[in-house]
């Protein structure tokens, strides 16, 4: 036989090798397979509850309308830096220390989560809930993920409650604010 006889593997060489290796290539991925099956079945399921919410429209200032009668020129003054999309300023509060930690003790999160530390606490609040702001639409997105389907709905729902209070509490609004200081300038001048 010729040294080109003996390279040639044919088609019943192959058929051969599949034939004695049968039953590892059926028996492996069939148990991978079925082992993967059976830790599906032993993973909790995660549900997750989404609030959007619809922040109110930027009221215009003084100084938003001389910035937009300058055009280009507001850059130059700094006019333009103080313009904020309301949503980004939501997003701020709801990912705030002060709401994390409403939310951490009225669920109890500490001993659910079991953590011994409130910072610890707050991580893993942070892992399982996400807050984002649409970029065309404005509208901000709550999703909290949890094990009971009940309590992350409560969840999605106390962290738009938590952030109704804290806006209660600080003087968001310009015509707050201004009114604040007028009051000072009266107490002042009497």
Known sequence: PSSEETDEISLL???LVLAENLR????????AGLLALGISFLIPPTYTATTRILPPAQQQTTSAVLAAQLGSLAGLVGGSA????PADQYV???????VSDAIIQRFKLRELYNERYIEDTRKELEK???VSAGVRDGIVSIEVDDHDPKRAAEMANAFVEELRSLSKTLAIS???QRRLFFEGQLKQAK
Do not use: F, Y
């Open 13 to 15: 060489d192959v058929a």
């Open 24 to 31: 590892l290539l059926i028996v492996v991925p069939l148990g």
């Open 82 to 85: 103080s313009l904020k999309n």
């Open 92 to 98: 701020a509060l709801l990912k705030s220390r002060s």
């Open 128 to 130: 399982q809930s996400r």
């Open 174 to 176: 310009e015509a707050a």
